[in-house]
Every structure is written in C-alpha cells, then in structure tokens.
C-alpha cells in the first residue's frame, strides 16, 4: 500500500471546514496543500503529513525550511562538532581517530560513576578497556561506511580521459586547516538538514513544531542563505 493511500485526509479537511473534494488535495497534492494551509493546522495533524511527505519534498515549504533554520540556530546538541561527527562519519573530512570522544566518556564513566568511585585500581583498569573498546567499536562502524561510500563513488560512471588530464594540469589545492575543517563540516550538516538531506535526525520534531514560529524573522533567513552562497 502507498503512502497517498496510508494517509487519511479527512480529520485534516474536517478541522478546516473544507470539503472532500478540495484542491489542492491534502493526500495528493500535499506539499502544495501544506504551503496554503501550514499555519492553520495544529501539529497533531501536522503530523499526519509525514506519511506522504519526505523531508526533502517538504523543504519548499518557506514555514519548514524557516523552522529549521531556527533550530540550527539554537545550537541543539546533535549538532555539536562531536556528536555531529559520531552520527555522520563519512561526511567528517578530520584526520583524527574516530572513537575519540566516545571513549573519553566511557573511561570518565568507569572512573567516576562505575561503583560510586569505589575499588578505584580496578575501575581504572575497567576505564582503560572500556576506551579501547570503544575507539575500535567506532572504528569499524566509520570504516564500514567509509566502504560503502567508496564502493559507490567507484560504481559512478567515469569522466572522460580528457577532463582527467584537465584536472591534472590544475595546482592542487592547499589543505584546509583543522578549524576550518571542522567549520566547513558543521556548516555541511546544516545545509543538509535545512534542505532535507540529512540522515539519520529526526525532522518531524522541527517541522511539525510551531515553537519554531516564534519571532519568524524572513530577513535572518535570507541572510543565512546569502552567507551560504558566499562561502
């Protein structure tokens, strides 16, 4: 069964006194539905449209794409640079070890928390191979995807010998420096979940949400995006 058919329009159509046969339809035509009716539904039924909608259709949507970018803008953990780099791996560029920060925690957890801080030699020692573990579990997770992504740039069709030779006689480009690593990856993933790319997150808490209408500031967006087009 398709998504049109999963989703049921009429609480939707029956909450704006609108009849059945409206267009454009809330079950066929629901982006275009939702960018005429967004603001005058409550999220319940918002809600609904995350049966026949995906979160990159949604994106043309101006009061989504704004509710977005305000969560960016508040900065939501997920989005840290550490918490960002463990849920999407293969978009970090870095050059450290993966596993890194989630090993620092789970040695910081053993050696604070594990038995209330008591039998502190053997807690020290359960630290040290909770960190290994740790560093190795994630180090196979980021080469794993690391793979896959690799097997499928290779699946891609190749470029012609001639456009090779171009790219040959270009001076390489300098390398990037940590900061500006970290600021270009950050940036990336923003991008990405604005425009309904990211995976792996969880958009129906963002564009469902009218907390995020709050102090709708048009001007601010079109800053951001204007920044974007200048990096």
Known sequence: MSATRDFDSAPVLSYLALPDDYQPSPQTAPVEFLRKHIRE?????LALFSANTTPRERTVVPEIRSRRLKYV???PPEF???????TWPALWEGRERPGTEQAKAEKEWADKE?????VQQQVGKLGEL????????ESERVRTIRRQRAEYIESLPEED??????????APLPEPSPIENEAWFQRNIQERFIYGFLESIDYDKVDWNEQWDEDLDREAEERWFDDEEED
């Open 41 to 45: 539904l409550p999220p319940h039924l």
């Open 73 to 75: 803008e508040s900065k």
């Open 80 to 86: 840290s640079l550490a918490e960002a780099k463990s």
């Open 114 to 118: 594990f038995m209330g801080g008591t």
């Open 130 to 137: 909770l960190r290994d573990y740790e560093e190795e579990r």
């Open 161 to 170: 010998e001639e456009s090779d030779e171009d790219e040959d006689d270009q």
